[in-house]
């Protein structure tokens, strides 16, 4: 079963605009991890997120953490054609001994 | 550094035929992962091993797949007979370490398997 729901399942935006995906989970976690995967491609990790953080920075990357709602965004900016992809949040859940769980993925793709 | 690596990248099998999937994980990785992921899905694991032990298997579909992991480097992770409805992408993963909180994972480029 998937505990991670990502919000939405597609969006389409032009290049510079900026894109935010949503991410809730059901139980306490330890970290929350995002994850990029280009089409036929495996998934390549972006930012990890630990249940005492509420905010991160990578780039042009900006994941948000809210415990108390149980939820996550990841905020890019600035898109480029290049950032077309599938996002995927992962959980960390509490006492599963190190388990991630993914969610569904949100299909982002950025025109030229 | 060499990223995980998997062969073959494609598989095209009948059903009730064997298939195995090859994962070499990054050098120093001691926990591998292998995860199965569905068309519009996200990848769900299937086995994860610390060193040589599977820690994880809870998930793997026993009657059908093994997997191996001889002297806690290479993985190998086989079905058979194999059925229609284990069409899908298999991606192996590795991280240093990994315990009780969930590490970063790098993965594979994944295997495509279609079952006819």
């Known amino acids: 079963s998937q505990q991670g729901e990502e919000d939405p399942q597609a969006l389409s935006i032009q290049e510079g605009e900026n894109a935010t995906m949503n991410c809730s989970y059901k139980?306490?976690?330890?970290?929350l991890q995002w994850y990029r995967q280009n089409s036929g491609r495996g998934l390549v990790h972006l930012i990890l997120?630990?249940?005492?953080?509420r905010e991160k920075h990578s780039g042009r990357l900006r994941v948000t953490l809210d415990t108390s709602k149980k939820s996550s965004s990841l905020l890019i900016t600035a898109s480029r054609a290049a950032d077309t992809a599938s996002y995927f949040c992962?959980?960390?859940?509490?006492?599963?001994?190190?388990?991630?769980?993914f969610g569904q993925g949100t299909e982002l793709s950025v025109k030229p | 550094e060499a990223g995980v690596v998997q062969s073959p990248r494609y598989k095209i099998i009948e059903k009730k035929q064997p298939v195995a999937f090859w994962c070499n994980p990054i050098?120093?990785?001691?926990?591998l992962y292998w995860y199965r992921q569905n068309l519009g899905q996200g990848p769900e694991l299937l086995i994860r091993?610390?060193?040589?032990?599977?820690?994880?298997d809870s998930q793997l579909p026993k009657d059908r797949f093994s997997a191996e992991r001889l002297k806690g480097v290479d993985s190998t992770l086989k079905i058979q007979p194999a059925e229609l409805g284990d069409s899908a992408v298999y991606l192996c993963?590795?991280?240093?370490?990994?315990?009780?909180?969930?590490?970063?994972?790098?993965f594979g480029p994944g295997t495509r398997l279609t079952v006819l």
């Open positions: 997120i630990r249940s005492n953080e």
């Open positions: 992962a959980t960390d859940l509490y006492n599963q001994g190190g388990k991630l769980i």
């Open positions: 050098s120093g990785h001691n926990t």
């Open positions: 139980t306490s976690i330890n970290n």
């Open positions: 993963a590795s991280s240093i370490i990994a315990g009780v909180v969930a590490d970063t994972q790098y």
């Open positions: 091993y610390e060193n040589e032990e599977a820690v994880d």
